[in-house]
């Protein structure tokens, strides 16, 4: 039976938070505040959790979601290859809305998607978020709302959208704030030898480059490719959309405008 928690109160918080943790050990899916939008959550270890997410969203397998964690020391069980560059960047903006797709751990047994051997990761700034992160371990997250409606940023609006596809709603109130618009996480690409944004996000590209000045915007190339000759094979970065972004990197999510969430989160 679908349930609501009002996560504003401590008593519904703690029940909120053991009820969603019951449901995601069964393999059911959860709906949670994040500090871009709301999303929606499964066992990302479990490939029938993350069937039953995506065909909650009315999304294909070739839309990965991204793994929210709940601390900075989960990126090396998840990920491997992380760069020095990539690593400042995950101190510099974790927890918060920066979102990394890396190569993921080739023992890990998981099953997120076609996701051509990477894993997106973040970990979001938001306490509930942390404290069920906490309770569950690592967890696929995509933006709580149906493929092409507005990313929720209310359990309520979630729930009119995803209804009871998810066994436990969490509200925590609007997300980032009210009278907001809804901001994604910047999604950096960084399983190369030069990291670069593949979507815009609540992490400007002046903010990056504090921390690693060579990252490239969207749609940038190296100076070396810049120079180079144009091929009939090209295709213009301008051209990628999120959703072909995320299909090609397999790794961005949701929030979509989520983050947490790889539209995410």
């Known amino acids: ?35 871009t939008v ?27 979601p991204p793994v929210l964690i709940p601390r ?8 491997t290859d992380i760069s020095a560059d990539a690593r400042k960047l ?14 993921a751990q080739p023992s890990l047994d998981w099953d997120l998607g076609e996701t051509q051997g990477t894993v997106a990761l973040r970990m979001p700034a938001d306490e509930v978020a942390l404290e069920l992160l906490t309770l569950t371990g690592p967890l696929a ?11 929720a940023q209310t359990a309520a609006e979630a729930r009119a959208q995803l209804a009871d596809s998810v ?4 509200e925590g109130g609007f997300r980032p704030m ?18 670069r944004v593949v979507r815009n996000g609540a992490v400007s590209l002046d903010q990056l480059r504090e921390h690693v000045p060579a990252v490239l915007g969207l749609g940038e190339s190296p100076a070396a490719e810049s120079e180079a000759p144009e091929t009939g094979d090209a295709v213009p970065a301008e051209d ?11 790794a961005a999510e949701d929030t979509p405008q989520a983050d947490g969430t790889r539209d995410a989160g």
């Open 1 to 35: 039976m679908t349930t609501t928690y009002n996560c504003t109160s401590e008593d519904q918080r703690a029940l909120g938070l053991e009820h969603a943790q019951r449901a995601i050990s069964e393999k059911k899916c959860v709906v949670m505040p994040t500090d």
């Open 38 to 64: 709301y999303g929606i959550a499964a066992d990302a270890f479990s490939p029938q959790a993350v069937t039953m997410l995506l065909v909650s969203k009315g999304r294909s397998r070739t839309m990965p």
């Open 72 to 79: 900075i020391n989960a990126l090396d069980g998840l990920a």
């Open 90 to 103: 995950a101190e510099a903006f974790w927890p918060g809305g920066l979102t990394l797709i890396l190569h």
């Open 141 to 151: 997250v995509s933006s709580a709302n149906r493929t092409g409606q507005a990313p």
């Open 167 to 170: 066994e436990v709603y969490l």
């Open 178 to 195: 009210e009278g907001t618009e809804a901001v994604p996480s910047t999604i950096v690409e960084a399983t190369g030898p030069v990291l």
């Open 240 to 250: 990628a959309t999120d959703e072909s972004v995320m299909t090609s990197e397999k």
